[in-house]
């Protein structure tokens, strides 16, 4: 079975300070891995995902297999970062998506 | 290009009422995603269409829950008939193909509350 847990339920980071958002998962095959964000009053949508190896926004996710993670980070928070989060897992060959319960992160000024 | 289409955006009902979700999914996409959102967790996927066949209901309590994909476009979800803990958002996604490397997109979401 597929899961995907996010321990920190919120987040709050001063502006220009490190950030890093925390996805741990299961997954008996080879995962696809994503990071979804939703910011206020907007849709859902694609931050980044881990077989681009982009860098989306200033942010970066890598899949790290062996501690089953896919954690984001930025460098240096900025104030319009602040929006809810979520890691997303997906079966290769079905497409099917699990989401984590999603991490809220605000950047105080 | 125009994105996902979702109506209504906002229904009130109560527990035993009947209620329908519609989606119009972005032109071309063959797949399409119908998501449960209860206050404070992820999106749970309920039901996944490839055209206008079913790739996945494994989740759907399909007691009270059906959805159906007519001519591989538009897209209705119904619930009948409704319990409180049915109260969530209800989001459409669709993607190009399926296969998890392309990108979901999705629609504004339905947010029902049941009484």
């Known amino acids: 079975a597929q899961r995907v847990t996010q321990p920190e339920k919120l987040l709050s980071v001063f502006k220009g300070a490190p950030v890093e958002l925390k996805c741990n998962y299961s997954?008996?095959?080879?995962?696809?891995l994503f990071w979804y964000v939703q910011y206020s009053r907007q849709r859902l949508q694609l931050l980044l995902r881990h077989i681009s190896r982009e860098s989306i926004k200033g942010f970066t996710a890598d899949l790290n297999k062996g501690e089953t993670s896919f954690h984001l980070k930025k460098p240096f928070a900025q104030e319009e970062d602040s929006a809810m989060y979520y890691c997303a897992l997906s079966d290769f060959d079905a497409g099917k998506s699990t989401f984590g319960d999603g991490t809220t992160l605000t950047v105080k000024p | 290009e125009a994105g996902v289409a979702q109506s209504p955006r906002y229904k009130i009902i109560e527990k035993r009422q009947s209620v329908a979700f519609w989606c119009n999914p972005i032109?071309?996409?063959?797949?399409l995603y119908w998501y449960q959102q209860i206050l404070g967790q992820g999106p749970k996927l309920l039901i996944q269409?490839?055209?206008?066949?079913?790739?996945?209901d494994s989740q759907l309590p399909k007691d009270r829950f059906s959805a159906e994909r007519l001519k591989g476009v538009d897209s209705t979800l119904k619930i009948q008939p409704a319990k409180l803990e049915d109260s969530a958002v209800y989001l459409c996604a669709s993607s190009l193909v399926r296969g998890s490397s392309y990108e979901q997109y999705f629609g504004p979401g339905t947010r029902l509350t049941v009484t």
């Open positions: 032109s071309g996409h063959a797949t």
């Open positions: 997954y008996s095959g080879s995962p696809e």
């Open positions: 269409f490839q055209n206008n066949g079913v790739v996945d």
